[in-house]
C-alpha cells in the first residue's frame, strides 16, 4: 500500500509540472513575479518535499546493511 502512495505522490508531482494551465496567464504574483515563474518556484519546493518524502519511506536500507555488514574489506576492494 505505501509504494502505490508514493507512485501515486510521484505521478502527482509529474503532472503538476505540466503547468499548460499558466502558459497565456500574464498576471504577476505580488507584482513582479510572473505567475509562471512563481508556480515553478513553489513547484520547486513540492519537489523537495517529494524527495524527503521518498528517501524516508522508500530508501533500500537493506543495501546499507550489506554493505555495513561487509566492513572494511568491502571498501577496500571497491578502492583498491
Do not use: S
Not at 45 to 52: K, N, S
Amino acid at each position: 500500500m505505501k509504494n502505490y502512495a508514493l507512485a501515486l505522490l510521484v505521478a502527482a508531482v509529474y503532472v503538476a509540472h505540466q503547468d499548460f494551465w499558466n502558459w497565456n496567464d500574464r498576471g504577476l504574483v505580488l507584482g513582479v513575479l510572473p505567475v509562471g515563474l512563481a508556480y515553478h518556484a513553489f513547484y520547486a519546493c513540492l519537489a523537495a518535499v517529494m524527495m524527503f518524502i521518498l528517501v524516508k519511506f522508500a530508501w533500500p536500507t537493506r543495501l546499507e546493511a550489506e554493505i555495513e555488514a561487509l566492513g572494511d574489506a568491502a571498501i577496500q576492494v571497491e578502492g583498491h
